[in-house]
């Protein structure tokens, strides 16, 4: 996946976690960064299951744990300023879990995936900096609810996504009755999930359930990667241009937004706490001298 991403562009995806030998098998989780604005890196996690459509194995659920948990160890003033959440997989973003290995589960080992899904959505989203998914493929079930656990979606044009769980006698149980009617609404949410539709990407961006829409043409299509990568793109510049606040600002804005039904309190001491910084410094100064600030998260 490391690829340039602007032809103009002289910044490259560095992956950090890779396979040591070609005869190693592929990892479930690539890993990569890139340089986000004046410090810091954007971190892409990229599903690579692709006999499974990247479904959620035991595997690729402790994998992305761990990820999630080392940035959460970052604390306040971590390296890792947004996170992107991407597939290696044309047809797919994220099929959900995956029902092959569910099938031989005990109940116990069901209870026990289900316990530790559940927590690692949730995880991500509460992980204090800006988060973004990248689908250019479907995302159905388990995958879609790994979208709605991040803070902003960026769709392919040719993207459809689902919870289709009634179809399966069951309900979606990894925060998709929440998650989803917070997002979009009671009364539309109800609609997607008691019906189990599939929802194009057009009406995906309509409903409020994706913040970017991508248009990938009838040749991206039929070439490979094509679609993935300009997806990818789109969210790659999006935390860029995120990243290009002041890095403090940008956590405390996010937690003031996640707190708003605190209203006035949330946004108080979120206000109290970057007033004080020498980035609103820098940033007066860079204002009265003409010139683009240099934020230092300080």
């Not at 996690?45 to 959460?72: F, V």
């Not at 970052?74 to 996170?83: N, S, V």
């Not at 979606?153 to 998709?176: D, K, Q, W, Y």
Request: glycine share 8%; hydrophobic share 40%.
């Amino acid at each position: 996946m490391p690829f340039l991403l602007r032809p103009s562009s002289k910044l490259f995806i560095r992956p950090v976690q890779r396979c040591a030998y070609s005869s190693a098998p592929s990892p479930v989780l690539n890993v990569f960064n890139y340089p986000a604005p004046h410090s810091g890196n954007i971190r892409i996690l990229s599903l690579n299951r692709p006999a499974a459509r990247n479904a959620i194995s035991r595997q690729l659920l402790a994998d992305l744990n761990q990820q999630i948990t080392s940035i959460h160890n970052e604390g306040q003033t971590g390296p890792t300023r947004a996170l992107i959440l991407a597939s290696e997989v044309d047809t797919s973003f994220c099929a959900g879990a995956d029902l092959k290995e569910r099938a031989t589960f005990t109940q116990e080992d069901t209870s026990n995936f289900l316990t530790s899904l559940r927590g690692t959505l949730t995880s991500i989203q509460n992980l204090p900096i800006p988060t973004i998914s990248a689908l250019a493929a479907p995302a159905f079930g388990g995958g879609l609810e790994l979208a709605l656990a991040t803070h902003m979606r960026v769709f392919g044009s040719t993207t459809t996504v689902a919870l289709p769980e009634t179809r399966l006698a069951i309900i979606p149980g990894a925060g998709g009755t929440y998650r989803l009617p917070a997002l979009i609404g009671l009364a539309r949410a109800r609609d997607m999930i008691l019906t189990g539709r599939r929802v194009s990407a057009p009406e995906a961006y309509f409903l409020g359930l994706c913040d970017r829409l991508v248009e990938i043409t009838p040749e991206e299509q039929g070439q490979e990667g094509a679609a993935r990568k300009k997806v990818l793109n789109e969210a790659v510049q999006l935390a860029i241009t995120i990243c290009e606040g002041g890095p403090i600002a940008i956590k405390a804005a996010l937690a003031a937004v996640e707190g708003c039904a605190l209203g006035e309190k949330a946004e108080n001491a979120a206000y109290e706490l970057v007033v004080k910084t020498k980035d609103r410094d820098e940033a007066l100064a860079a204002f009265r001298e003409k010139r683009k600030a240099v934020f230092k998260g300080e």
